[in-house]
């Protein structure tokens, strides 16, 4: 028997999973705009269709991508996000379950001057291609406390200065400028987590 996760109607989308409407509804409650599966694209051979774009317009015009999974990415699942990372020069990050304070976020960035050590070996073996040069980082949700905008802090292994003391949005620097706790934060979670999509409800918390 075969089991799949039940689609979900939120926002004028519908979500292939709860866990990607719950997303949808994290954006929402932190003012990120999003596109859900807006284009596909063809990786050589490989069909790939990412399920956001965010950013990519107005005061921030370089698009990210991401890719919602269950838990832990596969090999296959992994390399695939590589070649749209290298493809569009973009970042892909990688969801790894529903919105929380805990839930792990890989960041690839394109990079085209280094190999670094998380291509080598095993992680080249899943599909036919070669797969290019990117870096990687996990990253946090957090809110700087100057601009107030929500949004991913890397945590780059090769970088010295952490990742609390540097804004996307405002590029703010210093020690704590960056909120991982904020109550913003930690509200736009819940909102995520609690929201209920049965019978045509709007999740609360919500800026629909």
């Avoid at 839930?103 to 394109?110: A, G, P, Q, S, Y």
Wanted: charged fraction near 20%; include cysteine.
């Amino acid at each position: 028997m075969s089991i799949r996760p039940i689609e979900t109607r939120y926002n004028g989308y519908r979500f292939r999973s709860r866990t990607e409407a719950r997303w949808a509804v994290f954006f929402d409650a932190i003012y990120m705009r999003y596109h859900y599966e807006v284009s596909g694209y063809d990786l050589g051979g490989i069909a790939y269709l990412p399920d956001f774009r965010l950013k990519g317009e107005g005061t921030f015009p370089h698009a990210e991508y991401v890719e919602v999974k269950p838990g832990t990415p596969t090999r296959y699942e992994w390399n695939k996000a590589v070649l749209l990372c290298y493809g569009l020069e973009s970042a892909v990050h990688i969801f790894a379950g529903e919105p929380g304070l805990n839930t792990r976020v890989w960041t690839l960035e394109f990079a085209d001057s280094y190999l670094p050590e998380f291509l080598v070996g095993s992680r080249q073996a899943d599909t036919t291609h070669a797969m290019p040069p990117y870096a990687c980082c996990y990253s946090l949700w957090a809110q700087c406390k100057v601009c107030t905008r929500i949004d991913l802090a890397r945590r780059w292994h090769n970088q010295n200065r952490p990742p609390e003391n540097y804004c996307n949005f405002c590029y703010a620097e210093g020690d704590g400028v960056l909120d991982m706790e904020s109550p913003a934060l930690l509200a736009a979670f819940t909102s995520a987590r609690s929201a209920r999509f049965e019978h045509g409800e709007t999740p609360e918390g919500t800026n629909n």
